[in-house]
Each structure stands twice: as structure tokens, then as C-alpha cells.
């Protein structure tokens, strides 16, 4: 049973790209959560979706940053005209339960590195 | 505003030494809180999930409890590959998100 995959892993753009990052969650979840963090802190929440729903994007930055998750294929996080304060890790997790009442099972995470 | 406090930051253990993380938390009504390893380039794993003041969850050298308002990683008898960043994170009710702390480092020396 494959856990949740993420990829690429490590993703280097130049300022004004774009950056695109992919999440296929465990086989049989259908909630999907994205997070982001920096060196040496938590990981903070962007957005909770379930299959082709935003449910809750409240982290989310306004401009630049759009979410999807497909009926199908993975879900997608999509980061246009980087800036070097985007350099990050960024987490997926998923969820089989509505709210994600049980615990989240994490991907390894993808390395945005801005240059 | 809810929001989570791990203490300490760091904590450097002699193999055999045991010790307590603390997570503090704040929330509007507790839905669940969590504990997670996190090794360095990796993503978190989840241990344990406690739903209620009062209970308590055990795997190998750890165990969790949680009161009110705060939650405990004890660690008992560390080993070496217990080394690693310990995150706590809850989830309130009538929301979907969850907060996490920023995490306490743990270093056990042989």
C-alpha cells in the first residue's frame, strides 16, 4: 500500500516561473490538505481539498497561489511568478475521513528553491 | 486564536535519560490533538492522536497524555534513534485546519 507521494522532491525555479507541485495521495483518501515550511519552524496550513472541491483555502496566500484536486490525478499546487520568499518545503498530506477527524498521513515533501 | 506551543525548542538526552515535551494549546473546542516525527528531509509520521483530557497512548519508548490544556511526549529509556523533531498539532471542531507548533528538536547521545 504506497503512502502519499509528492513530486518532484526537489523543484529549483528562477524568480517570475512558475512552479508546480504534485500530490497523489494514499490509495482510498480523498481529502487532501497542503502545507508549507520554512527552516527551523512548524508547518503552517494552506489549503484542505477534497476531490474536485476547495473546501477550505483560509492559509492560502491571495495572489499567486491556486490549489486543485481533480476528479482525477493527483492534486496540484501551483505557485506562479515565484519570489525568493517561496523557497519552502511544502507537504501534502491526506486524510480517508471528512475534516480529517483521524491523523493525516504525510508525503515526503517537495523543495522549492527559488533563485 | 488558536495556536500551539512546544517546549523546549531543542533538548540534547544521554542515551537513558528520560524526559517530557510539552505542547501547550489553545483551541475553541478540541477536535483531536496529534503528535508527529519528523526527521530531517522528511515528512512527518504520525504517532499518536488523543481526542479527550485524561487519555493516554504508548508505542515502544513513548507515550502521550493530554490534559485541558496541554499535551506530554514522555520518553522513557531513549535511545540514539529517537533523535529527531517531535510536532504537536490540533484540530478544533468547527474547523478544518490544523494548527501546528513549531516543533521540539530532540538529540540523543550515545
Known amino acids: 500500500n504506497a503512502g502519499v507521494m509528492q513530486n518532484p522532491r526537489h523543484l529549483v525555479r528562477r524568480r517570475g516561473q512558475e512552479a508546480r507541485l504534485r500530490c497523489s495521495p494514499m490509495?482510498?483518501?480523498?481529502?487532501v490538505y497542503w502545507y508549507r515550511q520554512l527552516p527551523e519552524e512548524g508547518l503552517k496550513f494552506m489549503v484542505y481539498?477534497?476531490?474536485?472541491?476547495?473546501?477550505?483555502e483560509s492559509g492560502m496566500p491571495k495572489e499567486r497561489f491556486s490549489a486543485e484536486f481533480p476528479k482525477e490525478g493527483p492534486s496540484i499546487l501551483r505557485i506562479q511568478q515565484v519570489v525568493r520568499g517561496d523557497s519552502a518545503a511544502y507537504f501534502c498530506?491526506?486524510?480517508?475521513?471528512?475534516?480529517?477527524?483521524?491523523?493525516?498521513?504525510f508525503g515526503p515533501g517537495t523543495r522549492l528553491t527559488v533563485l | 486564536e488558536d495556536q500551539v506551543t512546544q517546549s523546549p525548542e531543542a533538548l540534547r538526552l544521554q542515551e537513558g535519560e528520560s524526559s517530557s515535551l510539552n505542547c501547550s494549546y489553545t483551541?475553541?473546542?478540541?477536535?483531536?490533538l496529534f503528535w508527529y516525527r519528523q526527521d530531517p528531509g522528511k515528512g512527518p509520521e504520525f504517532l499518536f492522536t488523543?481526542?479527550?483530557a485524561g487519555e493516554e497512548k504508548e508505542k515502544e519508548r513513548l507515550k502521550a497524555t493530554l490534559t485541558k490544556k496541554e499535551s506530554f511526549l514522555h520518553i522513557t529509556a531513549p535511545k540514539p534513534e529517537d533523535s529527531a523533531t517531535y510536532l504537536c498539532?490540533?484540530?478544533?471542531?468547527?474547523?478544518?485546519?490544523?494548527?501546528f507548533g513549531s516543533g521540539t528538536k530532540l538529540n540523543v547521545k550515545p
Open positions: 483551541v475553541s473546542g478540541l477536535r483531536g
Open positions: 481539498l477534497q476531490k474536485e472541491n476547495i473546501i477550505d
Open positions: 488523543l481526542y479527550s
Open positions: 490509495k482510498g483518501h480523498s481529502h
Open positions: 498539532a490540533v484540530q478544533a471542531y468547527n474547523f478544518n485546519k490544523f494548527y
Open positions: 498530506a491526506s486524510s480517508p475521513l471528512p475534516g480529517g477527524g483521524n491523523e493525516q498521513f
